[in-house]
C-alpha cells in the first residue's frame, strides 16, 4: 500500500477506530469500578475534539464530490424518518396506547436480548434510575458547555466519521481491492446487508440502528454521494439531542 493509499485508508478508519477505542477503555474503567461520572461528560467533549482533528487532518473527503444540493431534501427526510424510528417506540405516548408492545420492545429489541435495558423501569419510565450513567451529560449535572458539546459531537463529529467509516470504506472493503475505487452505487447486497447488521449491533438499540444503517446506505447507493448520508445521519443524530435535551430521557445518550 503506496503512502497515499495509507493516509486514505487511516482517514477512513482511524477516527472512528479512536472513538470506539475510547468507549472501550471507559467500560473497563467502570468494570474496575474507576470511572467517575464527571468522566463521562469530560471524556466525551475530548474525544470529539480529538476525532475531529484527526478527521479534518487526514482528509479522507478528498476522494468525493461536494455535497449536491439535489441531495438535499432526500438526506433531509431521510435523516427524519430515522430520527422517528428510534424515538416512537420509546415514547411515554405508546407506553400509555401500547405497554405491552413498549415492554417487548425494550426487552428484545434493546442490547441484550431478552433482558430489559438498565434504563428502563415500568414504574418511573420515561425517567431514569437517578444513578444512571446517561444523567451525567444533563445539563443540571454536566453544565450546559458539556451538554452542547454532547450534541456537538455526536451530530457534527460521530455522524460524519461512520459514514465515512461504514458507507465509505467499510461496505466496499468487504468487497476487497482497493475500496475507494468501487463507487458508491455499486451494489452487493452480501456487503449491503452485512454493513447493516454490524452497524446495527455497534448500537445498543440494535434494530432501529439496522434500520438506520440501511437508510443511510441505500442514501449513498441512491446518490453516489457519501456527504448525503452524513447530513442524514447528522441530522437523526441533532433531532435526537434535541429530544433528549427537552424530554429529559437522557437513556438515548
Not at 470506539?20 to 469530560?42: H, K, N, S
Not at 424515538?87 to 441484550?112: D, N
Request: charged content about 10%; proline content about 7%; aromatic content about 16%.
Amino acid at each position: 500500500m503506496q503512502r497515499d493509499d495509507k493516509k486514505l485508508f487511516s482517514g477512513h478508519v482511524a477516527p472512528f477506530a479512536l472513538w470506539v477505542g475510547v468507549i472501550f477503555l471507559l467500560q473497563a474503567l467502570e468494570t474496575l469500578d474507576l470511572c467517575p461520572r464527571a468522566l463521562y461528560p469530560w471524556s466525551y467533549a475530548v474525544k470529539a475534539a480529538v476525532c475531529a482533528g484527526l478527521f479534518l487532518w487526514l482528509r479522507p473527503w478528498r476522494v468525493y464530490p461536494a455535497l449536491k444540493r439535489s441531495n438535499v431534501p432526500l438526506a433531509l427526510t431521510a435523516g427524519v424518518v430515522v430520527t422517528v424510528a428510534w424515538i416512537l417506540p420509546e415514547t411515554p405516548w405508546l407506553g400509555r396506547a401500547a405497554p405491552g408492545l413498549q415492554a417487548f420492545y425494550h426487552r428484545w429489541c434493546i442490547m441484550m436480548p431478552g433482558t430489559f435495558p438498565n434504563y428502563y423501569n415500568p414504574d418511573i419510565f420515561p425517567a431514569l434510575p437517578p444513578s444512571h450513567a446517561s444523567l451525567a451529560f444533563s445539563p443540571q449535572e454536566a453544565g450546559w458547555p458539556l451538554t452542547i458539546m454532547k450534541l456537538i459531537g455526536s451530530a457534527g463529529v460521530i455522524a460524519v466519521i461512520e459514514e465515512f467509516f461504514f458507507r465509505g470504506f467499510f461496505c466496499r472493503w468487504l468487497r476487497q481491492g482497493k475500496f475507494w475505487a468501487i463507487p458508491l452505487t455499486s451494489f452487493d447486497l452480501q456487503a449491503f446487508m452485512a454493513t447493516v447488521a454490524v452497524f446495527g449491533l455497534e448500537h445498543d438499540r440494535w434494530l432501529a440502528g439496522m434500520f438506520a444503517g440501511a437508510v443511510y446506505g441505500w442514501l449513498a447507493l441512491r446518490t453516489g454521494d457519501i456527504w448525503s448520508a452524513a447530513l442524514a445521519h447528522g441530522l437523526t443524530n441533532a433531532l435526537l439531542a434535541v429530544y433528549v435535551i427537552l424530554s429529559g430521557q437522557y437513556g438515548f445518550w
